[in-house]
């Protein structure tokens, strides 16, 4: 099981974090991401990182610099920093696991219900 919680309400160039906890899952031997979906878009991969203590991390262009994965082995907790917020980061954020392939997006199976983020 998958559970986002940190979403909300910033106004451009605000932050936020986001946190996911799983449970049912040997945490420290999976793939985990966070995609997001805006109304009429499509579903995109955000953020990903591999499994382990210092795993790699993978974004998307368009939050490089911006958002930083990363994750609590111990507590199983997955973590998206948000900075410099705009507009057009306004949509639901998932959680997601992924068995394999932490860098590819189509690899990831398993979501979380989501939490919204607005920014405006």
């Known amino acids: 099981q998958l559970v986002e919680s940190g979403g909300g309400s910033v106004q451009p160039g605000g932050s936020l974090r986001l946190s996911c906890a799983a449970s049912?899952?040997?945490?420290?031997?999976?793939?985990m991401g966070w995609f997001r979906q805006a109304p009429g878009k499509e579903r995109e991969g955000v953020a990903a990182?591999?499994?382990?203590?210092?795993?790699?991390?993978y974004y998307a262009d368009s939050v490089k610099g911006r958002f930083t994965i990363s994750q609590d082995n111990a507590r199983n907790t997955l973590y998206l920093q948000m900075n410099s917020l705009k507009p057009e980061d306004t949509a639901m954020y998932y959680c997601a696991a992924s068995p394999a392939f932490c860098g590819r997006w189509t690899s990831y199976n398993s979501w979380g219900q989501g939490t919204q983020v607005t920014v405006s």
């Open positions: 990182i591999s499994p382990g203590a210092g795993g790699s991390t």
């Open positions: 049912g899952y040997t945490y420290s031997s999976i793939c």
